[in-house]
């Protein structure tokens, strides 16, 4: 959408010019025309003033219009980004929804045994998707703890509990000790906890048996980087992008079970926390996920 300086805009800008021609022309009239030291008559001088006088406020007026349009827009552009963006988390729904509604509509319709079992198990998933729906947007909206908070022991529970339901890996815990060990930040516990593990959970979860997952801990400027890294799948190079968005999931992890939220939960943490959180993965080769939380 193009933005034009209104006609009002412009019959504003020109006022002064208008003021000082008038001021030139009654002095004139009234023949009060005087001589100033710098040998110009008060007309001359009124009607230079004007004009410098309308430049300044004309380029004042034009430049505040043209604010209002770079405004309205980024306003138009976010908007549009926005709609886009609902519109595709509106189609993964209907993606990842479909399958299981169809298979329980299968299993209540056939009444047999086998397609009975399939409909428990996507009502199971179904029900699993709304509650992490549910708890992605408390996530966004709850209030936070401040706590002072060990991420070093926040990884090595989650590397424990990740290990007890994917025992065939590698895994190391790494946190620095020297010069001075990594400090503790202030959050929320318990969703640090969750952001961790999740980072920890997709690691083992998308390799095969006898991969690697490490977690390794630094500081640097008041900023702890928790960084997990693997020797998985990977994903693939066109669809990394898109892996914070809600229900995402890479075309190779889809016999995984899952819901795609994982990402989207660690990202609305970490930026609560004032931090973020960052992903560069090779496929074949193995994922590294970047998780940064400032100490205070």
């Given at each position: 959408m193009t933005h034009r300086p209104s006609r009002a805009r412009l019959w504003w800008a020109l006022?002064?010019?208008?003021?000082?021609?008038?001021?030139?022309?009654?002095?004139?009239?009234?023949?009060?025309?005087?001589?100033?030291?710098?040998?110009?008559?008060?007309?001359?001088?009124?009607?230079?003033?004007?004009?410098?006088?309308?430049?300044?406020?004309?380029?004042?007026?034009?430049?505040?219009?043209?604010?209002?349009?770079?405004?309205?827009?980024?306003?138009?552009?976010?908007?549009?980004?926005?709609?886009?963006?609902?519109?595709?988390?509106?189609?993964?729904?209907?993606?990842?929804?479909?399958?299981?509604?169809?298979?329980?509509?299968?299993?209540?319709?056939?009444?047999?045994?086998?397609?009975?079992?399939v409909a428990r198990v996507q009502s199971e998933r179904l029900s699993s998707l709304v509650a992490d729906l549910a708890k992605l947007a408390e996530l966004e909206t709850r209030p936070l703890e401040r706590e002072s908070v060990d991420l070093e022991s926040l990884a090595r529970d989650a590397v424990e509990a990740v290990a007890g339901r994917h025992p065939q890996r590698s895994y190391r815990v790494e946190f620095a000790r020297v010069p001075w060990p990594v400090p503790a930040v202030t959050g929320d516990p318990d969703l640090l906890a969750v952001a961790v593990y999740n980072l920890v959970g997709n690691a083992a979860k998308y390799s095969d048996p006898g991969a690697t997952v490490e977690v390794r801990g630094t500081e640097h400027d008041g900023i702890v980087t928790v960084e997990v890294a693997d020797t998985g799948w990977g994903i693939p190079a066109e669809e990394i992008d898109g892996v914070w968005d809600d229900l995402a999931r890479g075309s190779n992890a889809r016999a995984v079970e899952g819901t795609g939220l994982g990402l989207a939960v660690v990202r609305v943490i970490a930026r609560r926390h004032g931090g973020d959180v960052s992903l560069r993965s090779q496929q074949g080769q193995g994922t590294r996920a970047v998780l940064t939380v400032p100490v205070r």
């Amino acid at each position: 959408m193009t933005h034009r300086p209104s006609r009002a805009r412009l019959w504003w800008a020109l006022l002064p010019l208008g003021i000082g021609m008038l001021a030139a022309l009654v002095l004139i009239a009234t023949r009060t025309n005087a001589v100033l030291v710098l040998s110009l008559p008060f007309a001359t001088l009124a009607l230079a003033l004007s004009v410098v006088a309308s430049i300044v406020w004309a380029a004042a007026v034009m430049a505040r219009g043209a604010r209002k349009a770079i405004v309205a827009r980024a306003v138009s552009e976010a908007e549009a980004a926005s709609r886009a963006e609902r519109a595709r988390f509106l189609r993964r729904l209907d993606h990842e929804v479909k399958n299981p509604v169809t298979a329980i509509r299968t299993g209540l319709a056939t009444g047999d045994a086998a397609a009975l079992t399939v409909a428990r198990v996507q009502s199971e998933r179904l029900s699993s998707l709304v509650a992490d729906l549910a708890k992605l947007a408390e996530l966004e909206t709850r209030p936070l703890e401040r706590e002072s908070v060990d991420l070093e022991s926040l990884a090595r529970d989650a590397v424990e509990a990740v290990a007890g339901r994917h025992p065939q890996r590698s895994y190391r815990v790494e946190f620095a000790r020297v010069p001075w060990p990594v400090p503790a930040v202030t959050g929320d516990p318990d969703l640090l906890a969750v952001a961790v593990y999740n980072l920890v959970g997709n690691a083992a979860k998308y390799s095969d048996p006898g991969a690697t997952v490490e977690v390794r801990g630094t500081e640097h400027d008041g900023i702890v980087t928790v960084e997990v890294a693997d020797t998985g799948w990977g994903i693939p190079a066109e669809e990394i992008d898109g892996v914070w968005d809600d229900l995402a999931r890479g075309s190779n992890a889809r016999a995984v079970e899952g819901t795609g939220l994982g990402l989207a939960v660690v990202r609305v943490i970490a930026r609560r926390h004032g931090g973020d959180v960052s992903l560069r993965s090779q496929q074949g080769q193995g994922t590294r996920a970047v998780l940064t939380v400032p100490v205070r």
